[in-house]
Every structure is written in structure tokens, then in C-alpha cells.
């Protein structure tokens, strides 16, 4: 199957870290550019992550710079979301996705609050 599956979401309070992971199956997962995005309640979907197929180049935009790392082992098809620091207005559903193949995973829920 062509897919993405997000794992590793759940309900941590301000200041500590989780680790999102996405597991992709169907495709040459090495060659391809991978991303994150989120989607806050009643707000438009944005893009959080961005890693290209080496590996050794990233983008993040100023919200998360700084307190996310984007990464990814070829060998087990995954990337990975590690957030640090963590923020109430981190609170969204992270989505991993693949830009050459249109492809979304179901996303998984992340929830900042004491």
C-alpha cells in the first residue's frame, strides 16, 4: 500500500517534548522530500517541517525554529518530528506528508496543556 502513518502524539504539558514519527510504505521513501504540517482547530493547515532526500538540508519557519527537529532514517522508511519546548499554541494534528506523491497521512493528535 501507498501510505503514510503518523504515531507518537498525545497529551504533554508547556515546556516538554514529543516525538512524532511517520512511517512510509509504497514508495522510493529515500528519494523524496518530506514534510510536516499541522492544523490547529478552525485554522488553516501550515507547514511546520520540511527535509529533502539527503537528509543534510531542512527548513522550519520562525514558530517552531529552534525547539523542532525534522529527521529521517532511510533504512526504516520514516521521518521524524522531535518537539522541544512545547507551547499551548503547538496544540494541532500533525500530518506528515510527501509533496511529489500528494500524500497524506491520517495525522496524529497533539495536545499542550497542564
Known amino acids: 500500500q501507498v501510505q503514510l502513518v503518523e504515531s507518537g502524539g498525545g497529551l504533554v504539558q508547556p515546556g516538554g517534548s514529543l516525538r512524532l514519527s511517520c512511517v512510509a510504505s509504497g514508495f522510493p521513501f529515500s528519494s523524496y522530500t518530506m514534510s510536516w504540517y499541522r492544523q490547529i482547530l478552525g485554522k488553516e493547515r501550515e507547514l511546520v517541517a520540511t527535509?529533502?532526500?539527503?537528509?543534510?538540508?531542512?527548513n522550519y519557519p520562525d514558530s517552531v525554529k529552534g525547539r523542532f527537529t525534522i529527521s529521517r532514517d532511510n533504512g526504516k522508511n520514516t521521518v521524524y518530528l522531535q518537539m522541544n519546548s512545547l507551547k499551548p499554541e503547538d496544540t494541532a494534528v500533525y500530518y506528515c506528508?510527501?509533496?511529489?506523491?500528494?500524500?497524506w497521512g491520517q495525522g496524529t493528535h497533539v495536545t499542550v496543556s497542564s
Open positions: 527535509i529533502f532526500p539527503t537528509g543534510g538540508s531542512t
Open positions: 506528508f510527501a509533496p511529489l506523491r500528494g500524500l
